[in-house]
Structures are given as C-alpha cells and as structure tokens.
Nanobody, 119 residues
C-alpha cells in the first residue's frame, strides 16, 4: 500500500525548533521529487520546500529560507523538514508530497501534521 505518514508536529514557542518527518511505504522517495506544503487556518495551501530525485537541489519559499532545511534518509525512506527560529506565522498543518520527476502533479500526499507556534 502506498502511503506517506507525516509526524513531528507540536506546540512550540517562538524561536523554537521542530523536525517534521514523512515516512513513505510502497515506493522509494529517492525516485520522486519530494515537497513540503503547509496550510494555515483560512488560507490556501502553500508550497514550502522541495528536494529533487538526486537530492542535489533543494529550494524554499522565501519566508523560510535560512530557517528551514529539507533532507532525507534513503535507508529509512523518510523525508525531513528541520524548522528553526520558528515564528507564529509558521503555524499551519504541514504536508509532505511526492511527484514524478518532471511532473507538477502530486502523486501522493501525507495526512498532515499540526505545527503551532505560540507563547
């Protein structure tokens, strides 16, 4: 069964850190372009970060550059999003996704994990 399972969301104070995980089953994340998205209450889903198949290229939405880092562990078939210097505006449900190389169509979505940044 193909599945992406998001985890690691929590309540954290401003300035704090979290690491989100996205564990895949039924396919290898190293053969897909992997993205992180987020959706804040009342807002549309926003793309946050991507990692290419080779892992040699990553990119981030401007608002998280220098604070978030996308990475993966091929042996564990898991994608990560390390989030540092968190701000209240980072509060959202975070989703990982997978798409075929060269495609803009998302093949698989995680179920999402809630990140709340608040004092």
């Amino acid at each position: 069964q193909v599945q992406l399972k998001d985890s690691g969301g929590d309540l954290v104070q401003p300035g704090g850190s979290l690491r989100l995980s996205c564990t895949a089953s039924g396919f290898r994340i190293s053969t897909y372009v992997m993205d992180w998205y987020r959706q804040a209450p009342g807002k549309e889903r926003e793309w946050v970060a991507l990692m290419t198949v080779t892992g040699g290229f990553t990119n981030y939405v401007y608002s998280v550059k220098g604070r978030f880092t996308i990475s993966r562990d091929n042996a564990k078939n898991t994608l990560y999003l390390q989030m540092n210097s968190l701000k209240p505006e980072d509060t959202a449900v975070y989703y990982c996704s997978a798409r075929a190389p060269g495609s803009t169509t998302i093949a698989y979505w995680g179920q999402g994990t809630q990140v709340t940044v608040s004092s």
